[in-house]
Structures are given as structure tokens and as C-alpha cells.
């Protein structure tokens, strides 16, 4: 939903966003969690086995429990957003800030000599992510919509032993979000974006070559996959972070509808993968997709110039007191207006 993203980011201040995306990650996992041990339980009335009769229970109950979030965004008001007067008065910049900061870096590693020749600028920001991220969405689009035939078929697994695995994923997901949000402080959102999806495309890629060899065993290929998938989408708070500290307010909605392109060429590719899956095997459409999504890794180098480190100070001292003046003032003047 871009316009509620484009909201959540403008009611944050920039330098802590990628603690505030951490927290919504956070609210993100308690769902994720519990939708699958919802279906495990209907699993257990109805019968556990791949049939639509017993699978029917759980698809009606998750169509009625997108019922209340849809209410709720009825709440979310625009009025309540921070001022503009607590924005960046240009995050994009002309260029020249930024050329004078990578002018200034005594290092002359491949990504500063690269951003330099392409005279790219924090104006850039965006667009790379973009190119990025369509990259990867693409990629994996070709075996996310496969994974739960590949446990059927592959592993053997029942439809609840499906279910325990996702309903595992996202407490993973959360450890890794958690730890990848610490390290960004450190060592930098992009260098640790990078460093994530790295090891996420290695264990994709071992995972292929272990069922090529028929290593099929659930003991050896649930818990690479968990582990690469938590690691894979764990740095979506930093993503988030980047993109919206680096594009200009009014402008956050349509960077963010934007997604809406990713998802129609993820589903697109969901396609694509499934003839690979179907003329070749599983783990061909899981090198592909390593391939894609690795290329989508290179493009952040690019980004290590150009996007600013969050300061640890600015994570937890000045949060709470920026967030609640703006909701404090709004409050005020509706009662004024009363």
C-alpha cells in the first residue's frame, strides 16, 4: 500500500526509520506466525492431507481475517504526519553535496570510481533501489509460489509440516531483522544489505546443488531454507530506510506504488519459473533465480557512496519526543477547533 508506507515514513524522523521499520517488521511477524498455526489447527479438524475439501476451512478463514486490518486503515490520518518543516529541505540533492563527500573519501575502491564515471548522484538513489529490487522480485517470483509443491513433491511433507515451516520463517526473519538493524550502525545499511543478500543467494544455490545430488532430506533442506529466507528478507527496514530518507516527501506515494510493478513481474515470473520447474527440475529455477537476484545485489555497490549511515544516537533519544510533538500539536488544535 503505498499511500499508508508514504504516511508511516513521513511520520518518522530521518535517522531512525530503520528503527521504526524494524518495530512494524516486528508487527509483521505476529500475524505471519499466527496465521500458520491457525491453518496447522484446522489442519488437525478438517484432515491433513492435500485435498481442496480440507484446504477449503483454511482459505475461508484467512479471507475473513483480512477483514479487520483493512478497517483499521479507516484510522490513519494524513494531518497527523510530521511537518514539512521536519524534512530534509532537499534529500535528493543537486549532486553537489554528494560529490564533494565521495571528493572528500580517501578510499578509491571500485564502487567510488564506479558512482564517479556514471556521475551518479543521491538523486540516483531511488532509481537504483528500484532496478534493484526489480531484479530480485523477479528472480524471486520464479520459486516462492513453488516452494510449498517443492515440500510436497521433493520433501514429502504434509500440509502441516508446510505450515510449520512458514509459521517458523518469520521468527527467524525477526532474530535476523533485529541483528541486520544493530549491524547497519555499525558497518552501514548498504554494506549490510549486501553482506545478507550474499549469503541468502549462497545458501539458495547450496540448496540446488544439494537436491540435484537427491539430498532431500527435511532435516538438511528445511533448515537452509528457513535460514536463507529470514536472511533474504530481513533487511527490509533498511531498504525502507534508504529509499525514504533519500526521496523527497510529496513524492514517497508514488515511489512506493512503484512496488506495484515488482509484484506484477513477480507474479509474471512466477509463470516463467514454473515451465522451468516443469521442463527441467526444482533446483534449475533455483539457480536461476540466484543469478537474478545476485545481480540485483551488485547494483547496491553503488549505493555505498551515496546513501548516509544512520547515527546510534539518532535511534533512541530524539524518537519519541519528534513523534508525539507533531500528534500532540494536531490534538490541540482539534480542540481548539471544537
Not at 132 to 143: F, I, K, P, W
Not at 182 to 202: D, H, P, Y
Not at 310 to 320: A, R, Y
Request: net charge negative.
Amino acid at each position: 500500500n503505498g499511500p499508508a508506507q508514504a504516511l508511516f515514513a513521513d511520520s518518522i524522523p530521518k535517522g531512525s526509520r530503520s528503527y521504526w521499520y524494524s518495530l512494524l517488521m516486528f508487527a509483521y511477524t505476529i500475524p505471519s506466525v499466527a496465521g500458520p498455526g491457525i491453518a496447522i489447527a484446522l489442519f488437525e479438524v478438517y484432515g491433513d492431507d492435500w485435498t481442496f475439501e480440507q484446504m477449503k476451512p483454511v482459505f475461508l478463514a484467512g479471507l475473513i481475517l483480512e477483514i479487520p486490518p483493512g478497517l483499521l486503515i479507516f484510522g490513519l490520518r494524513d494531518d497527523l504526519a510530521l511537518p514539512e518543516s521536519e524534512e530534509d529541505d532537499n534529500p535528493n540533492g543537486d549532486g553537489e553535496a554528494c560529490e564533494a563527500q565521495i571528493s572528500q573519501l580517501e578510499s578509491e575502491s571500485f564502487s567510488y570510481r564506479m558512482v564517479k564515471s556514471l556521475g551518479l548522484t543521491k538523486a540516483s538513489i531511488p532509481y537504483i533501489l528500484f532496478c534493484s529490487d526489480l531484479l530480485v522480485a523477479l528472480g524471486s517470483g520464479m520459486t516462492v509460489k513453488f516452494f510449498p509443491l517443492f515440500f510436497k513433491n521433493e520433501i514429502e511433507l504434509s500440509p502441516s509440516g508446510v505450515q510449520g515451516i512458514y509459521m517458523a520463517v518469520p521468527i527467524v526473519m525477526m532474530g535476523f531483522t533485529i541483528g541486520a538493524q544493530k549491524l547497519s550502525l555499525v558497518f552501514g545499511r548498504v554494506q549490510v544489505v549486501i553482506c545478507t543478500r550474499i549469503v541468502g543467494i549462497s545458501l539458495l544455490v547450496a540448496l540446488a546443488v544439494l537436491v540435484d545430488r537427491s539430498v532431500v532430506s527435511w532435516h538438511i533442506i528445511v533448515p537452509i531454507y528457513i535460514i536463507r529466507t529470514g536472511i533474504m528478507n530481513c533487511t527490509y527496514p533498511l531498504d525502507e530506510s534508504i529509499l525514504m530518507d533519500n526521496v523527497p516527501k510529496n513524492t514517497r506515494s508514488r515511489w512506493k506504488s512503484l512496488e506495484s510493478i515488482s509484484a506484477f513481474g513477480w507474479c509474471g515470473s512466477a509463470l516463467f519459473g514454473g515451465m522451468l520447474a516443469d521442463d527441467f527440475s526444482y533446483n534449475f529455477s533455483f539457480l536461476i533465480t540466484a543469478a537474478m537476484q545476485f545481480g540485483g545485489a551488485l547494483l547496491y555497490i553503488l549505493l555505498i557512496p551515496l546513501v548516509e549511515d544512520e547515527k546510534p544516537s539518532e535511534q533512541g533519544n530524539n524518537t519519541s519526543s519528534e513523534l508525539e510533538e507533531p500528534l500532540l500539536a494536531a490534538e490541540e488544535n482539534n480542540v481548539e477547533a471544537m
